[in-house]
């Protein structure tokens, strides 16, 4: 094996002392503050989920919060619970990669993005996109849950608002892709700074794996909701929902592994373990990501059974790169430890730095993904998937995962990007690193809580106080998934609380971005891992084949069109006048061209210039 | 490509437990005969109570001992179960019985589950749903809809009695 030596991004001049003090002016001002907004509005969506959150692990153990006369004017649980959907597992998700992977990106390459104008498009199309949805959700017009199983159907804003999401994170796809090439143009032959390859292929994934949400709102969904339509079929509708849906947990979770891989052995003063080992496992998520979507509709009525063995099979392939992280960040954290002193089987665990709030975090989330994988593989296993299916397992399992590994991810790199974007030194750290170990033991018991109640038999996504069927027997389930909620509540809490305080106390300190370099540097015999063109076609490739069969089924026999209805009107169909069709159109052309008009600009821009 | 030596252990040792997860799986099929909800024709969820076997749902012995339950998931209720609709009524069942359940739904997506058994599938507009599960040990089994299905989706329930 040959390699070359790496010193993290290739092209880094030595950080500079004066640049670092007003490290926010590394880059541009007009590009740091949409990555900061966007961040902001990140955070508040954490903190209004949280708080929904809260009243629903509640509602177990006292349905009166619902059901009482002077808050059930204003509060539904189902309306709740999609607010909780919507801005937990959508706005604060999407918001913190867009932010998060941009600078990431910028950094990598030591120059700013190519597009300041896409870079603050994201912003505020993200921001539109929360008002829009916003307004559906809280005059109660899109009950539907954030996962909008047609044929039940909300207010056209609601979808609007989702769509403009989308669009955010597009932005962000397409100025990574011009910055890069900018960048390549001045570096022919070099390997792509690791950092800046990891950032790019997450956003490769989700372009890929959001084209069936695409197709379902704007195809079925929108044109559903003004009244053009008045039947979808719930089955195709679903399978393109699922399309999105496994892969958009991998657009979560690689947001996380970006700081895992690349930032938290920095952090705990160590190094990353391989470079090219970190490429292969990104890519893997980049080809298995999207063809594993039917593992979620093993108990759908209408998909033939071979797909769904396929699907299975594919679903193992993709445990495979999160197996190896497991391995690859133990060992970048024990050669950590181990270079700090650490003696023995474990004596390098307590060297890892667990007086730092961002450390902390990070690695609570790490172990407490171990059970999120472990419950991830239940999940996907075939038939064992009949005993949790729809069950509160699953939430038990999500909030593990998403709700913790990516969560606390999120909250453990805020402690020193937000410091970073305002200059200002984080607000007490100590009370982050009570938050951390108050949020995990929190999680801890409220999953207990829910699964256990799953495996007995306890349905999701409903109001449990309220159920008159409840048996005795999920009591325990359920106090604990309420004092488990309380605890989280209340790091979550603290942590908002902290990022305020650093936003608003003026105490000037200066924070790096931490980016780690390999122990062993990338290949110099193989270029092809950074031919990332070559690896979307394959990775589209692989979707055709994956599911091409299926839509291929359903247009054979995939059922019938449904009416559509509002969820909150029973068997009242709905009542939207039939002359909206025009508008509807206006409308996409407008944005169509919005969107030409700014791709045009684009691309005869500037080309980006180091920093 | 060179990879150390304690990661190949640490793959191979992923390979096995894969594979072992596979052949656990595999035996749950076909050994023990589990199986998921496979395609059991369409129908026009507008005119399903219309349409045979949904207009005449409830349960039918049609062999000694085999049962067919024909069920219709609507906001809010496994009809022709009780629940909580005065007019329901829930189903009892000798020991041992084995019975298909075959279900659509006229309205939304639902979820078809029987707390205690394996039996869990969705019940979506447009598709027929087929579930068959043989009830052993007497009891009262919870029926319930695990998807959300509008504002009173929790109360949408029932009961198979098997005495
Ligand atoms: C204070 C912390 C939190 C509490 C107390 C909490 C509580 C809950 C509860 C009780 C449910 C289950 C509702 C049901 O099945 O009926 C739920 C659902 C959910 N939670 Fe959380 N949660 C918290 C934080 C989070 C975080 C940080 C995320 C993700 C980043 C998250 C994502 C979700 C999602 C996606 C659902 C499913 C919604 C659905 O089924 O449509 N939660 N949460
Ligand atoms: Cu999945
Ligand atoms: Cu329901």
């Not at chain 1, 690896?535 to 299926?550: D, H, K, R």
Request: glycine share 10%; net charge positive.
């Amino acid at each position: 094996m040959s390699s070359v030596p790496y010193t993290g991004s290739m092209t880094a001049p030595a950080p500079d002392k004066v640049a670092a003090r007003a490290n926010w002016r590394e880059f541009p001002k007009e590009q740091i503050w949409p990555i900061g907004a966007q961040l902001g509005l990140g955070m508040v969506a954490l903190g209004l989920g949280g708080l929904l959150g809260l009243l629903q692990a509640l509602e177990r153990v006292r349905p009166e919060i619902y059901e009482n006369p002077a808050t059930s004017k204003y509060l539904d649980y189902y309306q709740g619970l999609s607010l909780h959907g919507v801005l937990l597992a959508l706005v604060f998700t999407f918001t913190f990669a867009n932010s998060f992977l941009s600078l990431t990106t910028m950094k990598a390459f030591q120059r700013p993005m190519r597009s300041t104008l896409l870079l603050q498009g994201s912003f505020v199309l993200g921001a539109l996109g929360v008002v829009l949805a916003g307004f559906a959700l809280l005059t109660n017009r899109a009950n539907v849950l954030y996962t909008m199983y047609a044929p039940m159907t909300a207010h056209v804003s609601f979808y609007l608002g989702a769509t403009l999401l989308v669009v955010s994170t597009w932005l962000v796809s397409l100025n990574q892709v011009l910055t890069l090439r900018d960048w390549r143009k001045e570096h022919p032959g070099e390997p792509m700074p690791l950092l800046a390859f990891a950032s790019i292929v997450s956003f490769l994934m989700w372009d890929l794996a959001s084209i069936g949400i695409a197709v379902e709102v704007l195809g079925f969904l929108i044109p559903a909701s003004v009244g053009i339509v008045n039947a979808v079929n719930p089955q195709l509708t679903r399978t393109l929902f699922w399309f999105t849906g496994h892969a958009i947990v991998y657009f979560w979770l690689l947001p996380a592994y970006v700081s895992w891989y690349l930032m938290m052995p920095k952090q705990v003063g160590g190094k990353i373990y391989s470079d090219s080992l970190t490429r292969i496992v990104f890519i893997l998520f980049l080809l298995f990501s999207v063809p594993t979507g039917l593992h979620h509709q093993y108990t759908d009525p209408g998909i033939p059974i071979w797909l769904k063995t396929a699907h299975f099979f594919t679903t193992i392939v993709i445990a495979v790169p999160s197996l190896i992280t497991a391995f690859s960040l133990m060992s970048a954290l024990e050669l950590a430890g181990r270079s700090h002193g650490g003696k023995g089987l474990f004596g390098w665990i307590p060297k890892l730095g667990w007086g730092n709030p961002s450390v902390v975090m990070q690695l609570l989330a790490m172990l407490t993904f171990i059970l999120g994988g472990i419950t991830g593989i239940i999940n996907a296993s075939y038939t064992v998937n009949s005993v949790v299916h729809n069950t509160a397992f699953i939430p038990g399992h999500f909030h593990i995962t998403v709700g913790t590994a990516v969560a606390q991810t999120i909250m453990g790199v805020c402690f020193w990007l937000v410091p970073y974007l305002t200059g200002n030194k984080l607000w007490q750290p100590k009370l982050g690193v009570a938050a951390a170990w108050l949020y995990t033991i929190g999680v801890l018991i409220f999953a207990r809580g829910q699964m256990w109640g799953g495996i007995d038999g306890m349905p999701r996504r409903s109001a449990m106080g309220a159920a008159q069927y409840q048996p005795q027997e999920w009591m325990l389930s359920n106090q604990l998934t309420a004092i488990g909620g309380v605890l989280m509540t209340i790091a979550g809490v603290i942590f908002v609380l902290m990022m305020l305080m650093t936003v608003l106390v003026k105490n000037r300190g200066v924070t790096e971005i931490p980016v780690a370099e390999a122990v062993i540097g990338p290949r110099a015999n193989w270029s092809g891992l950074d031919k990332l063109g070559r690896w979307f076609i394959l990775a589209f490739v692989l979707i055709v084949l994956a599911y091409g069969p299926t839509f291929w089924d359903l247009a054979r026999n995939g059922g019938r069109a449904t009416p559509v209805r509002m969820p909150q009107m029973g068997y009242m169909p709905l009542q939207m006048p039939a002359n909206m069709g025009p508008v509807l159109f206006a409308l996409y052309a407008v944005f169509a061209i919005a969107a030409l008009v700014g791709l045009w600009k684009v691309l005869l821009g500037k080309p980006s210039e180091p920093a | 490509m060179k990879i150390h030596a304690y990661e190949r252990i640490y793959l191979a040792l992923c390979a096995v437990l894969i594979v072992l997860g596979v052949i656990a799986v595999g035996m749950s099929v076909f050994a023990r005969g589990v199986h998921l909800p496979a395609p059991h024709g369409t129908i026009l969820a507008a005119e399903a109570v219309k349409t045979a076997p949904f207009d005449n749902l409830g349960l039918t012995e049609v062999a000694p001992g085999e049962y067919q339950m024909v069920m219709l998931g609507q906001m809010w209720q496994w009809n022709p179960l009780k629940g909580e609709n005065p007019n329901g009524k829930d189903i009892t069942i000798p020991a041992g019985s084995t019975v298909t359940f075959t279900i659509t739904s006229s309205d939304v997506v639902h979820g078809f589950m029987v707390r205690g058994t394996n039996i869990n599938a969705m019940v979506i507009p447009g598709q027929i749903t087929e579930v068959t599960y043989t009830f052993d040990k007497p009891g009262e089994y919870l029926v319930i809809c695990h998807e959300y299905c509008g504002r009173f989706h929790h109360k949408m329930w029932g009961k198979v009695i098997v005495s």
